[in-house]
């Protein structure tokens, strides 16, 4: 999509919004009904300031002078060339910051500068704060968390680098030991027992934690003792090289296995914040969490699978971004097989790359799968006729709302209005390709209010977590379009998806496991049909007082689980 149609489709989106509000349709609160008339000209204004200003410094830095540009490439071509023939490393090291120039001042230079640093109130530095905010909950993130007197766990944030200005940004985890023989050297801990290594007891409510004392909190929850505005950000450090080269799997330990964790559509490495202190107890395991490329923290390169008009070729070049960036991202760490674990979207690409490279997946874990069914036709159609019950996560109590109770799929003779607007409305931007990103980034500051509004369905979340994961998921949403374009390419409204999974998971060629929450909206019984096509062990599970985001919503039985599973692949190589 060219610059100029995004354009044209992003003014008609507000243009959309304006009419609707001054006609009346769209409800406007007193103070904004007063001025709203007077937007599109301030809106004029603003822009013309900003493209002149643009423009002029444009003008003043411009030069073209092509013999001089290629006369210094061939000067860098052969200064890198006469640096290899002296033995010295060219490539870039596997973990580095990949960030943009920072500042205010220096964003309004860039492309939609003004408009992300203003209009929409974030920046790459904003979304670091937000995401370090979520993980120093983390125990093994506080400064005065308290580890066993051999051992501590090694934890770090940072951005793994393919080249080309892509990166994917990766947390990595993993529990070391101290040596007696040496005094700085470190190898890996051989951890608890199994008992002492199970997930931690996690109240189910907020009466529960506030019972714990501070200590029992740092260690049961692994979060930070210390209340949220007392927090040193600083606490949560980046990769560096010297743990690069630690963690990187370049040496052949065959003692440890490998954990990747990829989260679902939306969302990031901070989404698994309450699952990481539990997992990281797992006997030889490290554990790596990644943003896929173009999602959360990760580089956003340019990509619009949409362009191409072959629903085949479409499909082929969605998968291609994902799978084959995953596989360089293997590469650059140097793993030479994981146990591969996908959330939703997450768990679709996962498996894809299992399919493509079976020889580097131990085991592959699909929790809440999108992809794996036949589309059904009859819910396709009520959703197209907005007639069809949008399901809630459990509440705090772990029960279903009422009308889930009642089946999330049951028709209704006559769906109420307001439902059937906001389906009909859903399904008209999907068609259109319009990505539930763009919609939070065309209500600006508003739209970190839609957020918080999706969050503030996790009614079992304390209010400053919820308003913390809000703030991170906000930030990751609203930042450039990328990868986020691969949900209209792969499936149609409703996720059903135009290759569905189920015809092709019988290549699969290790233990596969799936986990879907007893309230999920993810059909269970596609998971089923898939265990049936498969020739390798399979094992299915039904997470109670759960819906989609199990790993949130009963983080104690989905680490269980996990750990399990963990340690079955731990035991093949006894």
């Not at 901070?270 to 797992?282: H, M, V």
């Not at 319009?434 to 739209?447: A, D, K, N, W």
Request: proline share 5%.
């Amino acid at each position: 999509m060219t610059k100029a149609t995004e354009t044209a489709r992003f003014l008609g989106i507000i243009l959309a919004i304006w009419s609707l509000g001054q006609i009346g349709l769209l409800p406007l609160p007193d103070f904004l009904s007063e001025v709203w008339s007077t937007l599109p000209f301030v809106g004029l204004v603003g822009l013309g300031a900003y493209a002149f200003c643009n423009i002029g410094y444009n003008l003043l830095t411009f030069r073209e002078c092509p013999e001089a540009y290629h006369e210094l490439m061939q000067q860098i071509r052969e200064a890198k060339e006469e640096l290899r023939s002296k033995d010295v490393d060219m490539e870039i090291p596997a973990f580095v910051s990949q960030k943009p120039a920072s500042g205010f001042f220096s964003s309004l230079l860039q492309p939609w500068g003004l408009i992300r640093s203003v209009y929409l109130q974030t920046s790459y530095e904003k979304a670091e704060k937000a995401e370090r905010k979520i993980l120093s909950r983390l125990q093994f993130f506080s400064k005065d968390s308290e580890t066993d007197k051999d051992s501590e766990i090694v934890a770090r944030v940072g951005d793994v680098h393919l080249g080309e200005d892509r990166y994917i940004h990766t947390l990595y985890i993993e529990r070391i030991k101290r040596t007696s023989d040496s005094g700085s050297s470190i190898s890996i801990r051989q951890s608890e027992s199994s008992e002492s290594a199970s997930n931690p007891i996690i109240p189910d409510t907020e009466e529960g934690v506030a019972s714990l004392s501070p200590k029992q909190n740092a260690s049961r929850l692994g979060y930070h003792k210390s209340p949220q505005s007392r927090l040193d950000l600083s606490a949560v450090p980046r990769i560096d090289r010297s743990i690069t080269n630690e963690a990187s799997g370049e040496t052949d330990d065959s003692k440890m296995h490998n954990l990747v964790i990829a989260h679902g559509f939306g969302c990031g490495v901070g989404n698994f914040y309450r699952n990481y202190n539990s997992l990281s107890k797992a006997d030889g395991w490290r554990i790596f969490s990644i943003d896929w490329l173009g999602m959360g923290r990760s580089s956003r390169p340019h990509f619009y699978p949409l362009d191409e008009k072959d629903q085949e070729k479409r499909i082929e070049k969605t998968e291609d971004f994902f799978v084959d960036s995953l596989e360089e991202w293997r590469k650059k760490m140097g793993l030479k097989k994981m146990t591969l674990l996908g959330h939703s979207l997450g768990a679709y690409f996962c498996a894809v790359y299992s399919l493509r490279y079976p020889e580097r997946v131990e085991k592959l874990i699909l929790v809440s799968p999108a992809g794996i069914p036949e589309p059904d036709k009859e819910k396709m159609e009520r959703i197209r006729q907005g007639n069809i019950n949008i399901p809630n996560p459990p509440g705090k109590d772990g029960e279903a709302h009422t009308e889930q109770k009642k089946g999330t799929d049951s028709a209704e003779k006559t769906a109420p209005l307001s439902r059937r607007l906001f389906i009909n409305t859903f399904v008209y931007l999907w068609d259109r390709n319009c990505s539930p990103q763009s919609i939070v980034r065309t209500f600006g500051p508003l739209g970190s209010k839609i957020v918080g509004k999706y969050v503030s369905r996790f009614s079992w979340l304390n209010s400053e977590d919820q308003a913390d994961l809000a703030e991170y998921m906000y930030h990751i949403t609203v930042m450039k379009g990328s990868g986020e374009y691969a949900l209209n390419s792969l499936f149609m409204p409703g996720v059903f998806p135009y290759k569905p999974l189920i015809d092709r998971v019988k290549g699969l060629k290790m233990p596969t496991i799936f986990m879907y929450g007893t309230h999920d909206w993810m059909d269970y019984k596609g998971g089923q049909e898939a265990c049936k096509k498969m020739s390798v062990p399979t094992k299915l599970f039904q997470v109670p007082n759960a819906g989609h985001n199990i790993h949130l919503e009963n983080p104690k039985e989905f680490d269980s689980i996990i750990i399990n599973e963990l340690n079955e692949v731990k035991s093949w190589t006894k």
